[in-house]
């Protein structure tokens, strides 16, 4: 599986974006996804995740009622949709797919990461 980040750009506080995570290969529909975040001189961070059938989304405190997961698994792709952002989301955003371990999701597959700028 092949992922592929797209969306990110710069956006203004209080505005929105909404990131895209396309994959090539039939198993996507089969595996978890997640939304990871990098800002310079932090550690990468979750941020969101959903299950291989869309029924289960889960969110970091941080992004939670800002932010919402959603999938289209009939279109290989994987959405993250930011209101509300903030100079603290500013960072690259990687999606990460993978499946489930069964007590935790595995991240096997990575895409390359989208640049999210958020100016005040």
């Known amino acids: 599986v092949q992922l592929q980040a797209s969306g990110g750009g710069l956006v203004q506080a209080g505005g929105s974006l909404r990131l895209s995570c396309a994959a090539s290969?039939?198993?996507?529909?089969?595996?978890?996804v997640g939304w990871f975040r990098q800002a310079p001189g932090k550690e990468r961070e979750f941020v969101a995740r959903?299950?291989?059938?869309?029924?289960?989304?889960y969110y970091a405190n941080s992004v939670k009622d800002r932010f919402t997961i959603s999938r289209d698994n009939a279109k290989n792709t994987v959405y993250l949709q930011m209101n509300s952002l903030n100079a603290e989301d500013a960072a690259v955003y990687y999606c990460a797919a993978g499946y489930w371990a069964g007590s935790s999701q595995r991240y096997d597959y990575w895409g390359q990461g989208t640049l999210v700028t958020v100016s005040s």
């Open positions: 959903i299950t291989w059938t869309g029924g289960s989304t």
């Open positions: 290969g039939r198993a996507f529909s089969s595996y978890g």
